[in-house]
Nanobody, 131 residues
């Protein structure tokens, strides 16, 4: 039974930082990709970062490049999203998801941030950035 548990959200001021965690159980990272998505009120869900277990490659949405960093601890089956220089427009519910169809974020590029490619989803964690 595949399960993903996202945590670490909260309230932070503009310019602050948060680290989200996604604990994964029920399958191996080795041949899968874990992605972070977010959905702001009234907006569609968007993929923002992902990491592939096969080659440790990553891919980021342009709006978060240089501010967010995705990493994994395979021993703990946990993926992290370090978020720095947070802005009010980063306010959203953040979700982590898993895909066995995406084997390399580097080679698949923007496709690796598309929600339909992910079969397994965790519950969201709310991030609120105050101005």
């Amino acid at each position: 039974d595949v399960q993903l548990q996202a945590s670490g959200g909260g309230l932070v001021q503009t310019g602050g930082s948060l680290r989200l965690s996604c604990a994964v159980s029920g399958f191996s990272f080795d041949d899968s990709t874990i992605g972070w998505f977010r959905q702001a009120p009234g907006k569609e869900r968007e993929g923002i970062a992902c990491i592939s277990g096969e080659d440790d490659s990553t891919y980021y949405r342009d709006s978060v490049k240089g501010r967010f960093t995705i990493s994994s601890d395979n021993a703990k089956n946990t993926v992290y999203l370090q978020m720095n220089s947070l802005q009010p427009e980063d306010t959203a519910v953040y979700y982590c998801a898993a895909s066995r169809r995406i084997t390399s974020a580097r080679s698949m590029g923007i496709i690796s941030l598309l929600a339909p490619w992910y079969a397994y989803w965790g519950q969201g964690t709310l991030v609120t950035v105050s101005s």
